[in-house]
Nanobody, 125 residues
Framework: QVQLVESGGGLVQAGASLRLSCAAS????????MGWFRQAPGKEREFVAAISWSGGRTSYADSVKGRFTISRDNAKTMLYLQMNSLKPEDTAVYYC??????????????????WGQGTQVTVSS
């Protein structure tokens, strides 16, 4: 099992930026895609972004494309999500997770495991 701990959330105004971090420990991450997901109250968990082990492949939800950037530092076993031009509709609890299988970049939350506890992002208008 991989242990994941998210941080960096907070309350910001629309248009602001935040950088989320996810610290990973435990089972090996070598070869595995990492992803960010979010869940707003009353809504299903949705895909935000994913990045392959090498960082050479990324995927973004249309709603965040051009505003969010996912990155990782494998030496530090860290995952990041730079969020710019935040909107009220970005308000949610943000989770990081590891894909169930290596060497793929997928977007469905059921294909990921080892979820962190989440970090709250609230964007006021």
């Amino acid at each position: 099992q991989v242990q994941l701990v998210e941080s960096g959330g907070g309350l910001v105004q629309a248009g602001a930026s935040l950088r989320l971090s996810c610290a990973a420990s435990g089972r090996s991450l070598v070869g595995y895609t990492m992803g960010w997901f979010r869940q707003a109250p009353g809504k299903e968990r949705e895909f935000v972004a994913a990045i392959s082990w090498s960082g050479g492949r990324t995927s973004y939800a249309d709603s965040v494309k051009g505003r969010f950037t996912i990155s990782r530092d494998n030496a530090k076993t860290m995952l990041y999500l730079q969020m710019n031009s935040l909107k009220p509709e970005d308000t949610a609890v943000y989770y990081c997770a590891r894909d169930l299988v290596p060497n793929v970049v997928r977007t469905a939350y059921r294909e990921y495991d080892s979820w962190g506890q989440g970090t709250q992002v609230t964007v006021s208008s």
